[in-house]
């Protein structure tokens, strides 16, 4: 007689064996990563740059001008002082940049519930300026063609707003400042935290540049006409839903269709120059200790910075600095 096992017991069974498995494999990758990492210096982790082909991702020191790892795994980044990367797409791993202890994920899907309520901003006839709510704008005055965007500069609420096709800058009365009146085109906001707030202007009379909340002009001028500007960036490690956040440090890459360069925001300085030959996508960097959030000069101090340039023609990537200086093997 055949008795049969409990369904409970049945599930527990799978539960453990498939956990089982699972440990199993991640041993697995784990001995295959440290063989690879074997002979790459704790004091070379600095130098290494990623470089990619059809094969996969592998990395380049930059100081002895050789690839040190062959290209099989994916995603791999700068050292932040710790290595992260991918493992055959299925694994994510990280090497500590202090002891080179391993360490093994499999890639995991967070879900992020968002449980507030959605409302739809009220128009309200000739009403001043706009009304917040849990940091939303609830209500705005109906002399504005639609919902003014909000933002937060010193603990107060401003927001960008569009009246008789004329973007100004207004405050929750509807007072604009002396500098930022409706009078602008074009007026982008670019965020850089700690209240460093710049805006790409366009002006009616065709001026374009840079402008901030106290009406200083910047690069007057000498900007990249119609361009995105981007201040982060994404990596892949454990959350592949929604990846790690790539602070640019006050670093922007600007861009349009034709033209692409590298902006310093706290000095603003070009770094690069907007040109045709490059096309560059994003900022990267290593770094020998742990960084914190703040956007600073000197918070940057000891970071060394790398640009992603994509060559439409070979279908590949690489990885510049500020001398144009090209790193792949």
């Known amino acids: 007689m055949i008795r049969k096992l409990p369904l409970l017991s049945l599930l527990g069974f799978l539960f453990c064996s498939t956990a089982f498995s699972q440990e199993k494999y991640l041993d697995s990758v784990k001995a295959v990563i440290e063989k690879d990492f074997a002979r790459i210096k704790l004091e070379d982790f600095q130098y290494l ?20 790892l062959k290209p099989k795994y994916h995603k791999l980044d700068f050292a932040k002082p710790n290595l992260k990367g991918n493992f055959d ?16 994920y499999l890639q995991q899907w967070r879900i992020f519930d968002d449980n507030s309520e959605y409302h739809e901003p009220i128009s309200k006839g000739y009403s001043r300026g706009f009304y917040v709510v849990n940091n939303k704008i609830f209500s705005y005055s109906g002399i504005y063609t639609y919902c003014p965007y909000l933002f937060k500069y010193k603990n107060r609420n401003f927001a960008i707003a569009l009246k008789d096709g004329k ?7 509807g007072e604009t400042g002396s500098n930022l009146g409706f009078d602008y085109l074009a007026l982008e906001m670019v965020n850089l935290g700690n209240d460093i707030i710049w805006f790409k202007y366009k002006n009616s009379a065709g001026e374009e540049g840079f402008i901030n909340m106290d009406g200083e002009k910047k690069l007057v001028n000498d900007i990249i006409s119609g361009s995105n500007s981007s201040t982060q960036g994404n990596f892949s490690f454990i959350d592949t ?32 120059r907007p040109q045709k030959k490059l096309e560059i996508i994003a900022i990267n960097y290593t770094t020998q200790k742990m960084q914190g959030d703040e956007v600073t000069v000197e918070n940057r101090a000891g970071l060394k910075f790398y640009f992603n340039v994509r060559d439409q023609k070979k279908q590949t990537e690489y990885y510049i600095d500020d001398k144009l200086k090209t790193y792949m093997p």
């Open 89 to 104: 797409n299925t694994a994510f791993f990280e090497i500590d940049g202090r002891t080179k202890e391993v360490k093994v």
């Open 49 to 68: 740059v990623p470089f990619e082909n059809r094969k996969g991702a592998g990395y380049f020191n930059s100081k002895s001008n050789k690839a040190v």
């Open 167 to 173: 973007k100004a800058v207004i405050n929750e009365d």
């Open 241 to 272: 839903e929604r990846s790690l956040r790539i602070n640019y440090y006050g670093y922007s890459v600007e861009y349009n269709d034709e033209l692409s360069g590298v902006l310093d925001m706290l000095k603003m300085q070009w770094v690069i």
